[in-house]
């Protein structure tokens, strides 16, 4: 057990509409990284947050946003969903926002299924 | 861009036995870091161990260990004495010594035989 939690772990929905993905890091982490896992693009780094502000970005789609709350927790929406969406999203969270002893610790994901 | 390649889509072991995963990576930067990740029939995403780019010490850690060629832009994961709980797919990762994501490789599926 990683120490990061990520709920739900299973989310169903159809296409065009609306999801909240939510991530609370490990104690004492200020950083959340957002990642896509998916067949055909595999592992992709979406985007960062370190203690509330937004701190990188990856190939993330307009469509999608997050944000992280002061109590660190963070929340990656996914809106307009479309079937190609339909992905394991992870998140991680490591105790600083870069640097040499930075390590990233990933939540057990929430797998999306768009229909 | 930094780019991390696994040329093996597959490996397969017998218990007990050894195995090397390979994976190569592109970048000019000169201090980073290397990871490899296991990822378990579960899903769940677990760091197996990592290295630095400016130590020349191989990292180990108990029956896994890495062989690290800087100048070869290699970093292999080497897995002793096999066990049925190694089955997973393993991924090998970058990350720059300043910055944040994490840049992966496709991934190695290692199938372990009894």
């Known amino acids: 057990d990683s120490g990061v939690t990520q709920t739900p772990k299973h989310l169903i929905t159809a296409t065009g509409q609306r999801v909240t993905l939510r991530c609370s890091p490990r104690?004492?982490?200020?950083?959340v990284y957002w990642y896509q896992q998916s067949l055909d693009q595999g592992l992709q780094f979406l985007i960062q947050?370190?203690?509330?502000?937004?701190?990188a970005k990856g190939n993330i789609l307009e469509r999608f946003s997050a944000q992280q709350f002061p109590d660190l927790h963070s929340e990656l929406n996914l809106s307009s969903l479309e079937l190609g969406d339909s992905a394991l999203y992870f998140c991680?969270?490591?105790?600083?926002?870069?640097?040499?002893?930075?390590?990233?610790?990933f939540g057990p994901g929430t797998r999306l299924t768009v229909l | 861009a930094q780019t991390v390649t696994q040329s093996q889509p597959e490996m397969s072991v017998q218990e007990a036995e050894t195995v090397t995963l390979s994976c190569t990576y592109d970048t000019s930067e000169s201090d980073y870091y290397l990871f490899w990740y296991k990822q378990p029939p579960s899903r769940q995403m677990i760091l197996v161990i990592r290295q630095e780019a400016y130590k020349q010490q191989n990292a180990t850690e108990n029956r896994f260990s890495v062989n690290f060629q800087k100048a070869a832009k290699s970093f292999s994961l080497k897995i002793s004495d096999s066990q049925l709980g190694d089955a997973a797919m393993y991924f090998c990762?970058?990350?720059?010594?300043?910055?944040?994501?994490?840049?992966f490789g496709a991934g190695t599926i290692l199938r372990v035989k009894s």
């Open positions: 990762a970058y990350r720059t010594s300043y910055g944040n994501k994490l840049v």
């Open positions: 104690s004492g982490d200020l950083s």
């Open positions: 991680a969270s490591s105790p600083l926002a870069s640097g040499a002893s930075d390590t990233q610790y």
């Open positions: 947050y370190y203690n509330g502000e937004e701190r």
